[in-house]
C-alpha cells in the first residue's frame, strides 16, 4: 500500500495512476487496509487527484475514497473533498461513469447528517440530474437525496432549490 501511495505521488502518467487507484481501491475494500492508508495519508493524496484534469484518473480516485469512507475516521478526512465531489459531477458529461462515482461517494458521505450542509448548494444539480438523467444516475441521485431529506435542517434546501 505504502509503494502504490508513493507510486501516486512520482508519476504524472494518467494510466499508471488509473491503474495505482484501482489496486487502492481494491484494497480498501478490507477495513485493516482503510486505517492504512489513511495512515500513510493516502486519502489526502487520493483526495488531490480529485483535480486531476483526466477524467479516469478522477474517476478511480473517486472510486478509492468511495471504498474508504466507509470506515468513520476516513469520512472526517473525506468530507474536505465534498465540495470538490460536487463540482465534479456539476461538470461531468451526463451520465458518466465520472459523474456516477461522485454520486456514490456522496451516498455514502450523506448516510449520517455531519455533512450534508456541505451539500445544499448542489442540491438544485441533483434535481436535474434527476429529470435528465439515465435511470442508473436518478438511482444514484435519489440515494443521495433519500439520505439529505432524512435531515430536517436540509428541508429548506431540498424545497427552495431552483430547478
Not at 465531489?85 to 461522485?102: F, K, W, Y
Not at 439515465?134 to 431540498?158: D, F, G, W, Y
Amino acid at each position: 500500500l505504502q509503494k502504490l501511495i508513493h507510486l501516486l505521488q512520482a508519476t504524472d502518467d494518467p494510466l499508471i495512476q488509473e491503474q495505482a487507484l484501482i489496486t487502492l481501491s481494491n484494497s480498501a475494500a478490507f477495513s485493516v487496509n482503510q486505517d492504512i492508508i489513511r495512515n500513510l495519508d493516502g486519502l489526502s493524496i487520493i483526495g488531490g487527484m480529485l483535480s486531476d484534469c483526466s477524467p479516469k484518473v478522477k474517476e478511480k480516485a473517486l472510486n478509492a475514497l468511495n471504498n474508504l469512507s466507509m470506515n468513520i475516521k476516513n469520512r472526517e478526512d473525506i468530507q474536505v473533498y465534498i465540495t470538490q465531489v460536487c463540482r465534479n459531477i456539476e461538470s461531468a458529461p451526463l451520465n458518466s461513469d465520472l459523474q456516477l462515482a461522485g454520486l456514490r461517494l456522496l451516498t455514502n458521505m450523506s448516510v449520517t447528517s455531519d455533512y450534508h450542509h456541505k451539500m445544499a448548494n448542489s442540491i438544485p444539480c441533483f434535481l436535474r440530474l434527476l429529470a435528465e438523467g439515465t435511470e442508473r444516475t436518478q438511482i444514484q441521485v435519489l440515494k443521495v437525496l433519500v439520505n439529505l431529506s432524512a435531515n430536517p435542517a436540509m428541508t429548506r434546501h431540498l424545497l427552495r432549490a431552483q430547478v
